[in-house]
């Protein structure tokens, strides 16, 4: 039943609130009861009218209006401030996620896993869909910011998995120990596309040391470059042992690295990425994550270490921070968003975005520093959507490289990389399947490092099949071997010359890959690059498949 009464008060402002994004509005229809038709945002902007209130069920509904258009609203969704609109006092946690307590330098003051509870303490912003950027929480004893879209209503809802793929996730293997697939979260991710920052398709990039000879020689390689169809350039920021420029993360977080920067490099990186970009060039900064010997002797308390002695572990004579070290994740992103604001960078690569590879055998006498409980594949995964969120607000793209193996589709990799985790959040993933990093007869291949056409091609179907269990599936943007075959593989392996670089590519684009290529040569040598034009002046979109000169198992 109805009951009608009359208000005689002036016209006022309020906001709608909700707990849910969304706030119904309803209309009377001709039977003088209420009806849905309509639903506007949470915080919108709305006047309430004087004149007829009606009440059903216990709850005044109140006429208002947007602009010109009327419609009725319950008491208890107008709120006389915009604090107020959002309604919720805790959530649940749906996709594990980082909590931020200072969003301006990206620390992270705690993990909020899978079915967690949170409650809200307030939010920054309200999206245009009703939806809140980040929320402020209290997660047991700590505060700090996570992003609303990993959070929702219920703990039922929070529990449940995106299933269209797990039982191909479930299938998948933990023979090394790098964790079970289906720990990770395979939910559709949707990136953002920058209207003024637009990505390339392909992109097709060259790339560079820090070595100055290199970008004090930018005019050449830009020179190169216009005869060619490449279209960006990769630019190391940090390698391991190689800073780039004294960078004031670097001052903060590890002065070693710091020390060891270049003093007059700031400057040379501005000048060249500025001409990159007057030239119409897309620019992607590279740096290395969890190899990193300076931040190891830095952070000894944060890097892998051995347990009988406590001491970092030297592997491949480097040291390396743990992949489960927060203090490491907000390093290496203060970097790249320090370096995305100086020099405006279009995308960070990050690359070393693993753990140590060769490690089944002692893994067990290593401190891996694993605070929160993570397998390897979810510490990488996490990691992955953290730098993505940090950097997308900034306006950039983030690419992730992985090792080739990553793609087998029948088991996990022992240093946390898992194709379709990364996949599923990355913008782009950039695998490293260099033909002379397969072993002889792989995919039935002989010498595969002689035949890059047959090799990559039967790695990019592989890579096919990984991608069509992502929801959300990355750009594949592969670096391509534009290196000598390495003489301990093969003494007389065929030349990197242009001839090989086309294979290499064209092996990709047959198999499907059609986001770009890299170029890994590890000197950014001007002149390897001039012997291998000829390939990269090719519309390889355009090029018709060639034919297998070999015979190989089916990679599937």
């Not at 899978?114 to 809140?132: A, E, F, H, Q, T």
């Not at 960078?345 to 401190?367: A, C, G, H, T, W």
Request: charged letters at 25%.
């Amino acid at each position: 039943m109805l009951i009608v009464s009359c208000s005689k008060k002036d016209e006022r402002d309020a906001f709608a609130g909700a707990d849910s994004p969304v706030v119904p509005v309803y209309e009377l229809e001709d039977n003088s009861e209420l009806a849905v038709t309509d639903s506007i945002p949470r915080g919108s902007a709305i006047t309430v009218l004087p004149g007829k209130s009606v009440k059903e069920n216990g709850i005044r509904y109140l006429p208002a209006r947007i602009g010109k258009k009327k419609f009725y609203l319950p008491e208890t969704a107008l709120v006389s401030t915009l604090g107020e609109a959002v309604m919720e006092k805790e959530l649940f946690v749906q996709t594990a996620a980082s909590v931020i307590d200072d969003t301006l330098s990206s620390h992270i003051c705690g993990f909020a896993k899978k079915g967690s509870k949170v409650d809200v303490l307030g939010y920054d912003k309200i999206l245009p869909d009703g939806n809140i950027r980040r929320y402020k929480v209290q997660t047991g004893k700590q505060q700090g910011w996570i992003f609303g879209k990993y959070l929702v209503g219920s703990a039922e809802k929070a529990s449940e998995r995106f299933n269209a793929f797990d039982e191909a996730h479930r299938a998948v293997k933990n023979s090394f120990k790098g964790g079970e697939a289906a720990g990770c979260e395979f939910r559709p991710y949707e990136r953002p596309v920058f209207a003024d920052n637009p990505m390339p398709n392909p992109v097709n990039a060259f790339y560079l040391t820090i070595n100055p000879a290199g970008l004090k020689n930018i005019d050449a390689y830009i020179a190169l470059a216009d005869s060619t169809k490449i279209n960006a350039f990769v630019i190391d920021i940090k390698d391991n042992e190689c800073p780039g420029y004294k960078a004031e993360a670097m001052e903060k977080y590890s002065p070693t690295n710091y020390k060891w920067a270049g003093a007059n490099k700031e400057k040379l990186y501005k000048e060249a990425i500025d001409k990159l970009h007057a030239k119409g060039y897309y620019v992607i900064g590279r740096i290395t994550c969890f190899k990193d010997s300076y931040y190891a002797k830095d952070h000894p308390g944060s890097s892998i270490c051995e347990k009988a002695t406590g001491q970092p572990f030297l592997h491949n004579k480097s040291y390396w921070p743990s992949a489960y070290s927060r203090d490491v994740w907000q390093f290496n992103v203060e970097l790249a968003k320090e370096s995305v604001r100086k020099f405006g960078l279009n995308e960070v690569n990050f690359d070393y975005v693993r753990f140590p590879d060769k490690m089944i055998s002692i893994d067990e006498q290593m401190d891996y520093r694993n605070r929160y409980g993570e397998s390897k594949v979810q510490a990488i995964q996490n990691f992955v959507r953290y730098a993505c969120d940090e950097l997308h607000s900034l306006g950039v793209y983030v690419s992730v490289d992985v090792f080739g193996e990553s793609s087998n589709p029948g088991y996990t990799t022992a240093y946390g990389q898992y194709w379709p985790a990364i996949s599923t959040i990355a913008d782009a993933i950039c695998a490293m399947p260099y033909p002379d990093h397969f072993a002889d007869h792989y995919y039935g291949i002989s010498k595969p490092w002689n035949h890059p056409y047959e090799i990559l091609k039967a790695w990019g179907k592989r890579v096919q099949g990984r991608q069509a269990v992502t929801a959300s599936p990355a750009i594949v943007r592969t670096w391509i071997q534009a290196y000598h075959v390495m003489r301990w593989v093969d003494p007389h392996g065929i030349d990197n010359n242009s001839n090989f670089i086309e294979r290499e590519i064209r092996g990709l684009y047959d198999a499907g890959l059609t986001g770009g290529f890299c170029t890994w040569l590890a000197s950014g040598n001007i002149v390897v690059y001039r012997s291998q034009i000829d390939a990269y002046k090719l519309d390889y979109p355009s090029l018709p498949p060639i034919d297998s000169l070999n015979t190989f198992i089916n990679p599937n």
